[in-house]
């Protein structure tokens, strides 16, 4: 399997006639190959097809990680990656996934008992979508391909647009196009007689507690997982990372780093920083540069690559990912820096950058429900400890520390009264421009955002969030950079779920198993900050040669139905107009620019959608 590959593959499923679901006819020069399944045909289109003529195959794109350990499982001796794959499900039937390690996305079909298998890893960076008509199933591994060959375009799926707005979509199988869905990282589809079934096989939240003997122990163990995720993801050739000032990226980096000094080779290393001088502000630092300098200066091979923010239109940026994701980008800000850094690492003729973007659900997981977790798992000594240190270091209140404690069991109406004048209290229309009907009409509550989940569940939904793979598979095929996340590798995530809670936050110190891990290998500033650092901190200098566009974009959504029923257009054109004294005075920037953008986001996303523009020729929109 070529791991550097941007070509994708889809195909069809369908009852075993001359002709597609479309009612055109197959050829090999479109489909590639064509097989005989049970009762049903399957088409494959778009690659070179691996064992045509056997009767089971499979078409695979990706990388294994274990392949000399999955070698030795199965006695297969020097097989490929393809027949050791069929040999894997050969033993171990549908659920051969589980025993596989790697970034990889696949179909398999089997003559023999008429079953069509498709899966990818845990990671999501090679996503699958799928589609049910009439009697056959679509599926492609670029949503842009699928809809493309439906034989009618879908409508947008308004209740997954409720929740996109609403910030609940984690861990979620739909898309934006009603019956269109993705495979959530970790799933198998198979399908038989007709059937779909949908098959979990990897289940993160069976994770075993690990108990070590101290702290210590816990960091070095994180510190070895995180070591094997990095080496598996180095290329035989030049590497890049993204590097900030925080503590995932710079540990991926470090990391990184000294693996490829071994092996006398270097280390790109991007790090995004503002072209304008923005003041810092409470609880965050606006230029990542000099933190992200200290920690390049610690390995001599680390080559330190300053990127400024702003080349790029942020709606150019909505277009163009837009267009190929069909999707609305999440975060409209750092696209234009994302975006810059890897068309430097491809002007240096990379074609992998590493990432710790999903760390702080795993490697650097700050232990906010670590109060009611211990509470709830009757470990009451280790509660009064840890709720001791956080009001004698950190100047946490009594009162806030029950509130925190209790909250799982506080019934929703008194947890609003409670919360009625609480400063941090959030509600939905704080943090969104989702139209309060449109809200309502979806089960949006517009009340306050509370999370009753324990310190697992809410990161397991976030590690098995899709929409992240499937924007890093956009940016390898818009760029050839493919960008790859050690902090979400399968034994990585596996160990911090396993970590009992309190050494996430020992002594009161959030993110502390990291930065005990990191010991010595990242500079003490960087390691023991507590601040956050703000990416694309001027943005609102840069947009400000793009307001034009905004207000004319503005004009344009207020006319699409669609658009007009799901924002909130009025509160939209009247933030568009704020001062910063207004901005400061409603959340500050913190919040007013993610909520606006976002809206922005979406709202042309749906009228492109209306007006035909979203589906026109890539080569248009790049």
């Not at 799926?157 to 269109?180: D, H, M």
């Not at 400000?544 to 699409?560: F, G, H, P, S, Y």
Request: hydrophobic share 35%; net charge positive; glycine share 8%.
């Amino acid at each position: 399997m070529d791991k550097t590959s941007v070509s994708s593959f889809h195909g069809y499923i369908f009852p075993y006639v001359e002709y597609s679901p479309s009612g055109k006819k197959l050829k090999k020069s479109h489909c590639g190959h064509l097989y005989k399944v049970g009762d049903y045909h399957l088409a494959i289109c778009g690659r070179e097809i691996h064992s045509p003529v056997k009767p089971i195959g499979i078409q695979v794109e990706g990388r294994l990680f274990n392949k000399e350990r999955l070698s030795a499982l199965l006695d297969a001796g020097t097989l490929d990656e393809t027949e050791l794959l069929i040999s894997a499900y050969r033993k171990w039937g549908i659920s051969f996934p589980r025993y596989i390690e790697g970034d990889f996305a696949f179909v398999l079909w089997d003559c023999t008992v008429g079953r069509v298998i498709i899966g990818c890893g845990t990671e999501g960076n090679l996503p699958f979508f799928y589609t049910q008509h009439a009697k056959s199933l679509y599926f492609a591994r670029e949503l842009r391909s699928l809809l493309i060959e439906m034989p009618t375009l879908p409508r947008i799926n308004e209740n997954y647009l409720a929740q996109w707005l609403s910030i609940t979509f984690a861990g979620s199988k739909s898309t934006f196009f009603e019956n269109v869905f993705r495979l959530v990282p970790g799933t198998v589809m198979v399908y038989e007689q007709g059937r779909i079934t949908l098959n979990d096989y990897w289940q993160p939240e069976n994770t075993p507690m690990l108990y070590l003997k101290d702290s210590r122990e816990y960091a070095d163990g994180l510190r070895e997982v995180l070591t094997q995720a990095v080496s598996l993801r180095l290329p035989g050739h030049s590497v890049g990372s993204m590097l900030s000032g925080g503590l995932d990226s710079s540990s991926v980096t470090s990391i990184a780093a000294e693996l490829l000094q071994k092996e006398n080779r270097r280390l790109y290393a991007f790090t995004a920083v503002p072209q304008y001088p923005v003041n810092d502000f409470s609880g965050r630092f606006c230029d990542e540069g000099p933190a992200a300098a200290s920690v390049a200066a610690m390995r001599p091979n680390i080559d330190h690559v300053l990127v400024r923010h702003g080349k790029h239109s942020v709606f150019s940026m909505m277009d163009m990912f837009g267009a190929r994701q069909l999707e609305p980008i999440f975060n409209p800000s750092n696209y234009d820096w994302i975006y810059e850094i890897s068309l430097q690492a491809q002007h240096r003729e990379l074609d992998t950058i590493l990432t710790g973007t999903s760390g702080n659900i795993s490697i650097s997981y700050d232990g906010r429900f670590a109060l009611p977790t211990l509470a709830s798992s009757g470990r009451f000594g280790a509660l009064l400890k840890l709720a001791s240190t956080m009001h004698s270091k950190n100047g946490n209140s009594w009162s806030g520390i029950a509130y925190t404690t209790l909250s799982p069991w506080i019934p929703l109406g008194i947890d609003r009264f409670i919360n009625k004048n609480r400063q941090n209290n959030v509600h939905l229309l704080e943090y969104s421009l989702i139209n309060p009907e449109f809200a309502a009409r979806h089960n949006m509550e517009a009340t306050p955002f509370k999370i009753k989940n324990d310190f697992r569940t809410k990161r397991i939904q976030h590690l098995r969030r899709s929409e992240i793979g499937a924007a890093n598979d956009i940016f390898r095929k818009i760029t050839g950079i493919q960008r790859l996340d050690p902090t979400t590798d399968r034994r990585v995530a596996e160990y911090c779920l396993s970590v009992p809670i309190e050494h996430y936050i020992e002594r009161g110190v959030p993110r502390s198993l990291i930065r005990n891990a990191m010991l010595g290998r990242l500079p003490e500033q960087v390691r023991t900050e507590r601040r956050k650092g703000l990416q694309a901190a001027d943005f609102a200098l840069h947009f400000e040669k793009e307001r034009n566009e905004a207000l004319m974009e503005l004009a344009r959504m207020k006319k699409v139905d669609i658009v007009a029923k799901t924002l909130d257009l009025e509160k939209m054109e009247q933030m568009m107009h704020w001062s910063e004294e207004q901005i400061t005075a409603h959340g500050g920037r913190l919040g007013y620019w993610p909520k606006l953008m976002r809206a922005f986001s979406v709202g042309r996303f749906l009228r492109r959608f209306e007006d035909g523009t979203l589906f026109k020729p890539l080569e248009t929109q790049n």
